[in-house]
C-alpha cells in the first residue's frame, strides 16, 4: 500500500524524524502518516470527521502520534515520530487486517470452524499465526523457519496452547475456540485506537478510467473497482487485497484433458491441481494474503516475501524461454527482465535495476512491478 511504503521509506532512509514531525511542510508523507493512524484505530484524535487526511502535523496529528505511542509502551509528546515509532506503526499497520480477520470470525460465530488442525483455510490460519507470533509465540511457531504459513499443524498447535496455558484457559491447542480468540483480540487491539474495526468508513475516488469505492460491510473492508458497467469487489488483506475469482480450474481441465496428458499431467498431478484451487483460489483469483507483494491464479505465484526469491521470476522465465518474441511483447518492452532464477525462483529486474529487497518491491515506489 503506498502509505505503508512511504513510511518504510523514510524509516530505510533514516529521514522519518526530519520529516514526520509537527509543522512539517511535507503534506505528502504526512497524509501517510495520518492515514495509517486512521487505518490503526485514531480517529477521534485526528478529529477525523472534520480534518481527514490534510496534510496538516498540527495538534490533532500530534495527538494521534501521542495516543499510538502510548498504547505501544513509548514515550512522546506526538510533535515527532521518532524511528521508534515509524517502526511499530508499520508492525501494528501489517497486523491490523490479520486482527479484524479474527473479529469477524467471532462476529459470525465461525471460530472452530476456520481455525483447527488441518482447517483448508489457510487465510483464517495465516491471520491466526500473524497475531500469536506478534504476542511472542514465535518459537513456538518456528516462525524463523515457517512465518505464515497457512498450515494449522504442530507449529501453531503448540502456539495456541501456550497462549491458552498463559491466559489460563484449558486447551490442547488442536482448536482455536471463541474464548481463545476474544482473548487474542483483548490482547492485540490494546496497541491500537478505539475505532480499529473501521465499521461504516466509505470513500471514493477516481484512477483513469476506474471508479474505486472502499466501505467497510460486516467489519470487512471492502473495494469496490467500477469500469463503464462492470464491477469487481475485492476484500481487503494485508498490503492488497483479494478475490477468489470465478474461472474455476476444472472448467478448463475436463474439456482439454487429451491435451494436458500429452503435456505429461497425470490425474493423480490433475487433482492436486484440483485440490490446490479450492484452497488458494480459482483461475482469476487475485490475492496478497502472503505478503509477497504481486501474486495471482491458484498457485500463487509471487515475487517473493522480503528479500526472498519469488517462483513469477522462474514462471516468466519459462515463457522468455519457449518464445522469446512473446515475452518481449508483453514483459520485456517495458523494462522487465529476470537474474538469479533458475527452475523454481528468481527474481526481477527493471530496466537493468534488480527487485530483490522488502522496499524494492513495494508498490509506490519508481521501479515496481505493477
Not at 515520530?81 to 459470525?108: F, M, P, Q, S, W
Not at 470487512?220 to 458497467?229: C, F, L, N, P, Q
Not at 530496466?351 to 518491491?361: C, Q
Request: aromatic fraction near 8%; hydrophobic fraction near 35%.
Amino acid at each position: 500500500m503506498p502509505h505503508r511504503s512511504m513510511i518504510q521509506k523514510m524509516i530505510d532512509g533514516r529521514t522519518v524524524e526530519s520529516v514526520l514531525k509537527r509543522g512539517s511542510r511535507s503534506k505528502d508523507e504526512v497524509r501517510a502518516l495520518q492515514n495509517i493512524l486512521y487505518e490503526l484505530g485514531f480517529d477521534a484524535q485526528l478529529n477525523w470527521e472534520k480534518y481527514r487526511a490534510d496534510g496538516n502535523y498540527g495538534g490533532s496529528t500530534t495527538n494521534a502520534v501521542k495516543a499510538f505511542a502510548e498504547q505501544n509502551g513509548i514515550e512522546t509528546d506526538g510533535e515527532t515520530v521518532t524511528r521508534a515509532i515509524a517502526e511499530k506503526l508499520i508492525a501494528r499497520y501489517d497486523t491490523v487486517d490479520d486482527l479484524r480477520h479474527l473479529h469477524n470470525a467471532v462476529v459470525g460465530d465461525k471460530v472452530e470452524q476456520l481455525f483447527c488442525r488441518r482447517s483448508p483455510h489457510t487465510t483464517a490460519v495465516v491471520a491466526l499465526q500473524t497475531l500469536l507470533n506478534e504476542l511472542g509465540f514465535g518459537d513456538e511457531l518456528n516462525w524463523e523457519k515457517y512465518g505464515a504459513d497457512g498450515d494449522y499443524g504442530g507449529g501453531t498447535t503448540k502456539a495456541v496452547k501456550a497462549f491458552a496455558q498463559k491466559e489460563g484457559i484449558a486447551s490442547d491447542g488442536t482448536r482455536l475456540t471463541k474464548e481463545l480468540a476474544k482473548a487474542i483480540i483483548e490482547k492485540c487491539k490494546g496497541y491500537l485506537g478505539e475505532n480499529w474495526a473501521k465499521e461504516g468508513a466509505a470513500t471514493e475516488r477516481m484512477s483513469g478510467d476506474l471508479t474505486i469505492r472502499e466501505a467497510v460491510e460486516g467489519g470487512k473492508e471492502r473495494v469496490y473497482v467500477s469500469h463503464a458497467t462492470r464491477q469487481v469487489r475485492f476484500t481487503k488483506f494485508k498490503k492488497g487485497v483479494y478475490i477468489i475469482g470465478n474461472q474455476k480450474a476444472i472448467d478448463f481441465i475436463n474439456p482439454n484433458k487429451s491435451s494436458l496428458t500429452s503435456l505429461g499431467l497425470t490425474g493423480s498431478a490433475i487433482n492436486v491441481m484440483l485440490a490446490v484451487s479450492e484452497n488458494e483460489g480459482n483461475l482469476d483469483a487475485i490475492n496478497t494474503w502472503d505478503n509477497s507483494f504481486m501474486t495471482f491464479g491458484m498457485f500463487q505465484w509471487t515475487i517473493g516475501a522480503g528479500d526472498k526469491k519469488g517462483e513469477l521470476p522462474a514462471l516468466l522465465k519459462k515463457i522468455k524461454d519457449a518464445d522469446e518474441n512473446v515475452f518481449q511483447e508483453y514483459y520485456g518492452q517495458y523494462g522487465l527482465d529476470m537474474v538469479d532464477t533458475g527452475e523454481v525462483s528468481g527474481y526481477f529486474t527493471i530496466n537493468g535495476e534488480r527487485i530483490a529487497t522488502a522496499s524494492d518491491k513495494e508498490p509506490g515506489l519508481s521501479h515496481s512491478v505493477n
